[in-house]
């Protein structure tokens, strides 16, 4: 947390998968978010979580938004948003532009969008997967608050700001 602070990040992440190797619990979690004291805002990261768990995590870390990485529907977006109170950041995977067209039913649904590449083949995990997509089909894209995620490292960063030019990077 004190390296991402110190980076200059605006929001901090934490993820609620068992599989991924990022998973945190949120006791941790809720003892973690009291480092970042007001300077970034605190998002919970899950994969279609359940009402039950969901409950514990923003009980115990009370986050700023909570972020949907699994396959939620437009119908779950919008009840776990009544539910919590929160506002929610619906993940979508992309590889062409016609995985834009996700973005559709979220509409005036989602608060902000994060775009991840589609994992590979094989992988257990919907994000975090070092992959990235062609930046170009978010170019020119408007209307639409998201974050840019996927792959995004020191060596290709610039490349994503330039070819994307997205409101936010989400980076690990």
Do not use: C
Not at 70 to 80: C, K
Not at 103 to 118: H, N, Q
């Amino acid at each position: 947390v004190a390296a991402a602070l110190d980076g200059g990040a605006s929001h901090i992440g934490f993820i609620f998968f068992p599989k991924s190797p990022r998973n945190i619990a949120p006791e941790d979690a809720g003892r973690l978010r009291q480092a970042a004291g007001g300077r970034a805002r605190v998002v919970a990261v899950t994969v279609d979580a359940d009402d039950a768990t969901l409950d514990a995590i923003v009980a115990a870390v009370r986050p700023d938004m909570l972020q949907l990485h699994g396959s939620e529907t437009a119908e779950r977006v919008e009840a776990v948003k009544a539910r919590h109170g929160l506002p929610v950041m619906k993940a979508l995977a992309v590889s062409t532009a016609a995985d834009l067209e996700k973005i559709a039913p979220y509409r005036g649904i989602a608060d902000r969008f994060l775009f991840d590449a589609k994992p590979p083949a094989g992988s257990q995990l919907p994000g975090g997967n070092g992959v990235s997509f062609d930046w170009s089909v978010l170019a020119g894209l408007e209307g639409v608050d998201y974050l840019l995620s996927g792959g995004i490292n020191a060596a290709n960063v610039a490349d994503a700001v330039r070819i994307a030019a997205p409101p936010g990077l989400d980076i690990s």
